[in-house]
């Protein structure tokens, strides 16, 4: 089975200032999709940005982007210019490739702050 | 396009009741999942419809059910409720088929709480 480890329960950042999560992950498998959500006060969960495994190129969305280390299966979010509204629980999540359907294992999160 | 919708956001029961959540998905989508997320298990997978058959299921006891209707609908149902089983149940749909990476969209949630 995969597991997921956020070793970072809690976060702080400085309001315009980068602060990056890491996220780590136990596979067997070589074909998989790595996703980071975020869950703001509200809970509804968005998705920030999604990498799939086959490819070595790191995803980027705006101010989001991914550090993607497949030997070391390792997954961190970097999060440039932080905003106030980027405050929320962040989960990593992993899916297999060789499943089908969208059943996501989940990290236990970490609760990033912003200060202004 | 409406967002997930999930009924009820906020409910109370006892132990030994049952109770039945009901989650709206996107227009369009097929599949439906249940996740169930406490503070101390973190967010879990419960099961997985699509095309209204079960597709994936986690590793919950049989109390806990679940369905999916011709228009996509899908209800979990939780018997014989233990105290454990207060949690925030989520509710996510998705448009794709097998193999596809398309983003999960979740609803707000049902906050279940047992006395």
């Known amino acids: 089975a995969q597991t997921v480890t956020q070793s970072q329960p809690e976060m702080s950042v400085q309001e315009a200032e980068t602060v990056t999560l890491s996220c780590t992950y136990d596979?067997?498998?070589?074909?998989?999709?790595l996703f980071w959500y975020k869950q703001p006060p509200s809970r509804q969960m968005i998705l920030v940005i999604r990498?799939?495994?086959?490819?070595?190129q790191n995803a980027t969305e705006n101010r989001f982007s991914v550090n993607f280390q497949k030997a070391a299966k390792s997954f961190s979010l970097k999060i440039s210019d932080s905003q106030l509204g980027d405050a929320a629980m962040y989960f990593c999540?992993?899916?297999?490739?060789?499943?089908?359907?969208?059943?996501?294992?989940f990290g236990g999160g970490t609760r990033l702050m912003v200060k202004p | 396009k409406a967002g997930v919708t999930q009924t009820p956001r906020y409910l109370i029961k006892t132990r030994g009741q049952q109770v039945t959540l009901s989650c709206s998905p996107i227009?369009?989508?097929?599949?439906v999942s249940w996740y169930q997320q406490t503070p101390g298990q973190g967010l879990q997978f419960l099961f997985e419809y699509f095309s209204e058959t079960q597709r994936n299921k986690g590793n919950f006891p049989g109390r806990f059910s679940g369905r999916q209707f011709s228009n996509s609908r899908s209800e979990m149902n939780v018997s014989t409720l233990e105290l454990g089983d207060s949690a925030l149940y989520l509710c996510a749909s998705m448009a794709g088929t097998f193999m596809n990476t398309g983003e999960l969209f979740f609803g707000e949630g049902s906050r279940l709480t047992v006395l």
């Open positions: 596979t067997s498998e070589s074909d998989y999709y």
């Open positions: 227009s369009g989508h097929r599949s």
């Open positions: 990498q799939e495994a086959y490819k070595q």
């Open positions: 999540a992993y899916r297999s490739a060789n499943n089908a359907g969208n059943m996501l294992t």
